[in-house]
């Protein structure tokens, strides 16, 4: 099988979607960082379920 | 739609890139946003999480620049009659307005809401009102009605210190409120010495200049009044939680450089200044960017002391 020779319009975005790509992957890896060091601190505690929800 | 169609549209204007957008961001901006940020972050008496403290200065920066993009869109129509801005993304076609707004009102939201999740509301609200006082007070207000837009406008480069004191503390306290003091009577001066020498076209643009408006010998003595003003404020913080021997000595040191800068600016008329070519003018340019980077450095040893547990006051005996 032989794959589509890939239009230029992708080559030119090319730098455009790989830096989007790397700055989304950057963003998730930061919001899993904050949630291990939010998690990780005295001062968390896990919310407590209580009659008529949580607390 | 055909390809044929999307290199139709595409051969009409030049695509923006990745830079473009970070252009947008106005990164040389975003430097000093960092910095001063970074040391009003570390210099809070509260230790912050490495993580905690990266996203915040990264929500800060991320909110200044963003504030930057809002502020090309609003202005694309004089970054085009301006030499200096004609190549900004917008004015040369490459992203259009409604873009650059789209970007800026995203990552504003972002920038906030991002800061308050990972540090507190005060800081938040904080950098919402710097992008709103950036955008709406200084562009949209300021900026083409009044000479005096460099002085408010200041205001909201002065800002990111007391975001970074907010992020670690949740609070407002005289420190930060003197780190925000100085850069906001730090910016007039700086600007006014730069305006002196630089052929700049705002006036062709609309925008009202002092150097323009009230004549070249009233911003030189602008730039001297300022500057007296600045320098008990810079001194003081010396003398709060933050301060130390240090900082007090490099306080002393730039403040009268740049005093002396001042008065030689003062001093001088066009005819002197032409004589050499602005090189006084230059020169206290110059200073002023090393006094604010040689202030805030200070500031960041005296908070490394403390972390490490040493009185710095108490090591010179004081």
Redesign the interface.
């Known amino acids: 099988m032989e794959f589509r020779p890939s239009?230029?319009?992708h080559k030119?975005?090319f730098?455009?979607n790989?830096?989007?790509g790397l700055v989304l992957a950057g963003f998730v890896a930061?919001v899993f960082?904050?949630t291990?060091?939010?998690v990780?601190?005295d001062e968390f505690r896990m919310p407590t379920q209580v009659q008529g929800g949580t607390q | 739609m055909s390809?044929a169609s999307?290199?139709a549209s595409?051969s009409q204007a030049p695509?923006?890139?990745?830079g473009d957008?970070f252009a947008l961001l106005k990164p040389r901006v975003m430097t000093l946003v960092v910095f001063t940020a970074l040391v009003g972050l570390l210099a809070a008496p509260v230790p912050v999480?490495p993580?905690?403290a990266?996203?915040a200065i990264?929500f800060i920066a991320v909110g200044g620049g963003a504030s930057g993009a809002l502020n090309m869109w609003w202005d694309s129509d004089i970054d085009t009659i301006m030499q200096r801005t004609r190549r900004r993304p917008i004015p040369a076609g490459r992203i259009t307005r409604g873009e650059a707004f789209g970007f800026g009102m995203t990552l504003s939201v972002m920038a906030v809401v991002m800061l308050a999740?990972?540090t507190n509301f005060v800081a938040a609200g904080l950098l919402a009102f710097t992008i709103f006082f950036y955008v709406v007070v200084y562009s949209m207000w300021l900026k083409r009605w009044t000479p005096q837009n460099i002085v408010i406008g200041g205001a909201a480069g002065a800002f990111p210190p007391m975001i970074g004191w907010a992020a670690a503390t949740g609070n407002i306290t005289l420190e930060s409120v003197l780190m925000f003091a100085v850069i906001f009577m730090w910016t007039p001066p700086h600007f006014w010495a730069l305006a002196l020498f630089m052929k700049s076209d705002y006036h062709e643009a609309g925008v009202p200049m002092l150097t323009v408006t009230h004549g070249r010998r009233a911003t030189r003595a602008h730039i001297w009044i300022y500057t007296i003003l600045l320098a008990p404020v810079a001194v003081g913080l010396a003398f709060t939680s933050i301060g130390g021997p240090i900082y007090l000595a490099t306080a002393v040191f730039f403040n009268g450089l740049f005093l002396k800068g001042a008065w030689d600016i003062w001093r001088r008329d066009e005819v002197m200044a032409e004589a050499d070519a602005y090189g006084v003018e230059k020169k206290v340019f110059k200073h002023s960017i090393y006094y604010l980077f040689g202030l805030f450095g200070a500031l960041l040893i005296e908070a490394s002391l403390r972390t490490a547990g040493l009185d710095s006051w108490a090591m010179v005996g004081w």
């Open positions: 239009h230029e319009l030119r975005r730098g455009r790989l830096g989007l930061l960082g904050l291990i060091a939010k990780s601190t | 390809d999307l290199n595409q695509e923006a890139g990745f957008y999480h993580v905690v990266f996203a990264l999740l990972a």
